[in-house]
């Protein structure tokens, strides 16, 4: 059981290139989110799923773009990165409504 | 639309001082009420996590939270903190459906010995 895996750990990207953010996870879940962590700022939602093609958009959706077409991956798309969008990714994801949310061990951006 | 306030930024503890940290949120509605912990260079870890029932929540590592609704409060405390605790601290808050969370801002937490 790896729970919530997220890769690359580690990227560097240059202005207007593009990338994806791999996020797996093997419980099961149905509900799985994005969120981007800056500093002073917490994190904050970009995207989430309540299942297998749904998605719907969060507080900072721009410049992202997501999809579900399996119960276990979700990954995110940067089309075009921007310096902005440097920042620590974590993904998360939980069975339903009242159970714990388990995140990933984070993917660092930066875009230079 | 909801918030969440983390009033501390910054907070530096000797060894063995006890600890609380605030969080308030707005939302009149029902919400579930979380505390995570970062520690340096790691993902979050939930500490404790109130749905219903009992206001004051036991986490892990000695840590608790008091629910007060008339307050909008949800303040992390643990008693007598240890070296280990060093770590960023995140009050965060969900309503309605789905795992949408609202994250404050984090309490930067230093303990030295």
């Known amino acids: 059981n790896a729970g919530v895996t997220q890769t690359p750990k580690f990227q560097v990207l240059k202005t207007g290139q593009s990338m994806t953010l791999q996020c797996a996870q093997d419980?099961?879940?149905?509900?799985m989110s994005w969120y981007r962590q800056d500093p002073g700022m917490g994190l904050r939602l970009i995207h989430y799923?309540?299942?297998?093609?749904?998605?719907d958009q969060g507080e900072v959706p721009n410049g992202y773009n997501v999809s579900r077409s399996t119960t276990e991956d979700f990954p995110l798309r940067l089309l075009s990165a921007a310096p902005s969008q440097t920042s620590v990714y974590f993904c998360?994801?939980?069975?339903?409504?009242?159970?714990?949310?388990?995140f990933g061990e984070g993917s660092w951006l930066t875009v230079v | 639309a909801q918030s969440v306030s983390q009033h501390n930024h910054h907070v530096i503890l000797s060894e063995a001082a006890s600890l609380e940290l605030g969080c308030n949120y707005s939302?009149?509605?029902?919400?579930?009420l979380f505390w995570y912990v970062q520690y340096p260079g790691q993902h979050l870890q939930l500490l404790l996590k109130?749905?219903?029932?009992?206001?004051l929540v036991k986490g892990i590592k000695g840590f608790e939270a008091e629910f007060i609704k008339s307050k909008f409060s949800f303040n992390l405390r643990k008693p007598s903190v240890q070296w280990s605790d060093t770590a960023e601290y995140f009050c965060?808050?969900?309503?309605?459906?789905?795992?949408?969370?609202?994250f404050g801002t984090g309490t930067q937490l230093k303990v030295e010995l």
């Open positions: 998360a994801s939980s069975r339903d409504t009242g159970n714990t949310i388990y």
């Open positions: 419980m099961n879940h149905e509900y």
């Open positions: 799923s309540v299942g297998a093609g749904i998605t």
């Open positions: 939302y009149g509605g029902t919400v579930n």
């Open positions: 109130y749905f219903s029932g009992d206001p």
């Open positions: 965060a808050v969900k309503t309605g459906g789905g795992n949408k969370l609202t």
